[in-house]
């Protein structure tokens, strides 16, 4: 990744309306700013969220608060709590997030 053309800014993330993505089951809401072609995100998930597809989009992704199942498309399985993340390409292991008791998130991607 190349981050070009973006001047040094900070982020009240709190001052950042979110938008509403429903899951198959449950709400994420996103907070989002877009650098260029980098999207960065704070994201929430209501407990009990499953998302509503696979996804082959790269992440860079950082747990907050909570607890985030993310299953690949093999069958593999992670459990990601606060602190702990994952790095996955454009295009590699197709993934998919869900979360019982709900998680925040930092995304860029």
């Known amino acids: 990744m190349q981050i070009k ?5 900070t982020a009240d993330w709190s001052l950042i309306e979110p938008t509403t993505h429903r899951g198959q089951t449950g709400f994420a809401y996103w907070r989002t700013l877009h650098f260029g072609d980098v999207r960065v995100r704070m994201v929430e998930y209501t407990p009990g969220y499953l998302a509503d597809h696979w996804c082959s989009k790269g992440h ?8 985030l199942e993310t ?21 590699a292991e197709a993934h998919r997030s869900s979360t019982k008791i709900g998680a925040k998130l930092f995304i860029v991607d």
């Open 71 to 91: 299953e690949l498309q093999d069958g593999r399985t992670y459990t990601l709590t606060p602190g702990t993340g994952y790095q996955v390409a454009d295009g």
């Open 60 to 67: 860079i992704l950082l747990c907050l608060e909570g607890e």
């Open 5 to 9: 053309n973006v001047p040094f800014v």
